[in-house]
């Protein structure tokens, strides 16, 4: 009696073989590149109907159902409008007139070196 390794093996000269494995590896990178321990499932589905009346031979399909996990995306908050649109801000808040200010460096001020100094104590 043969396996059933090797009777995949014979469907569709491997290519079944060769596409499961592929399905397995594109399973694989999506679950790893999800942080969340979220798996998924792959659905193996093989359809076997008679060739032809009483020739003994099959016509044997096959299909692949991936369920990968999703990356979740970035959610925004939006301001709708009385027209239906929405706006990255709030179109009811006035906007502040904001520039640039000139900035000159601070005058130099001597630094001096905690370390050195006296070591006795003061009191107040």
């Avoid at 499961?20 to 999506?30: C, K, P, V």
């Avoid at 109907?49 to 990356?71: C, E, Q």
């Avoid at 301001?79 to 808040?93: I, K, N, S, V, Y």
Wanted: with cysteine; proline share 6%; net charge neutral.
């Amino acid at each position: 009696m043969r396996s059933a390794t090797d009777m995949l093996r014979d469907i569709a000269g491997g290519e079944l073989v060769e596409h499961f494995g592929d399905a397995i590896r594109e399973l694989n990178h999506a679950i790893t590149a999800c942080d969340d321990k979220k798996g998924g499932s792959i659905t193996l589905k093989i359809n076997i109907k008679p060739a032809g009346r009483g020739s003994g031979a099959l016509n044997v399909d096959y299909d692949f159902t991936i369920r990968a996990p999703k990356l979740p995306r970035r959610s925004s908050i939006m301001f709708g409008t009385p027209e239906g649109d929405m706006l990255a801000t709030d179109p009811t808040q006035r906007q502040l007139d904001l520039r640039q200010v000139e900035t000159t460096p601070a005058a130099a001020v001597p630094l001096r070196d905690a370390n050195a100094g006296t070591t006795e104590l003061r009191t107040a």
